[in-house]
């Protein structure tokens, strides 16, 4: 695939979310994510506005924050294509479900959880969206609405990082 100029091969496909597919790639010789939005309806999430401005606006608020998330390399609006930093760990879904997860991992997402909230902010807290790297914890995707305690991390996201039923309906 040529972006911007350059040959990028796909090495791996990643995942499918809500907004895209993800693929593991290179990006002037580094590894990255790159992210190809799709049109697909959601049952249960609507977008406002094109996806990729979405991103691109919750990247910027993410980051002015200071919150850990992989650095955005680049973005094409025509081709609806993200290419962004490729964070290397497990998610803390595959460390849930393998038993791994641990209490310093919660408080980390706690500890972002205080500078969200008093920015109006919530994230999505499902945790396929965390990778728990080397250097810490990371929130992978870009997404951030206006916060509501229906889906903060306390009402809604805990619910997924243990081995509840709510968990577990997931492994079915």
Same mark, same amino acid.
Do not use: H
């Given at each position: 695939m040529v972006f911007m100029d350059r040959e990028m091969e796909i090495?791996?496909?990643l995942g499918k979310g809500k907004g895209g597919y993800s693929y593991l790639s290179e990006y002037n010789g580094k590894p990255c994510v790159l992210?190809?939005?799709h049109d697909e309806k959601v049952d249960y999430y609507t977008f406002s506005e !094109?996806?990729?401005s979405l991103e691109l606006r919750d990247y910027e608020r993410l980051s002015g924050l200071g919150l !850990?998330? !992989?650095e955005l390399y680049d973005y094409d609006p025509e081709r609806g294509i993200l290419v962004k930093e490729y964070i290397d760990g497990p998610t803390c879904y595959d460390l849930v479900?393998?038993?791994l997860m641990n209490a310093s991992?919660?408080?980390d997402v706690n500890a972002m959880c205080r500078v969200l909230y008093p920015a109006g902010l919530n994230i999505d807290y499902y945790p396929t969206n965390?990778?728990?790297s080397s250097c810490g914890l990371y929130y992978i995707d870009y997404e951030c609405n206006a916060y509501d305690?229906?889906?903060d991390f306390a009402h809604w996201g805990i619910k997924y990082w243990s081995k509840t039923a709510e968990f577990m309906k997931t492994l079915e």
């Open positions: 090495k791996k496909f992210k190809q939005f !094109p996806k990729l !850990p998330v !992989p479900r393998d038993d991992l919660i408080e965390f990778i728990a305690e229906k889906w």
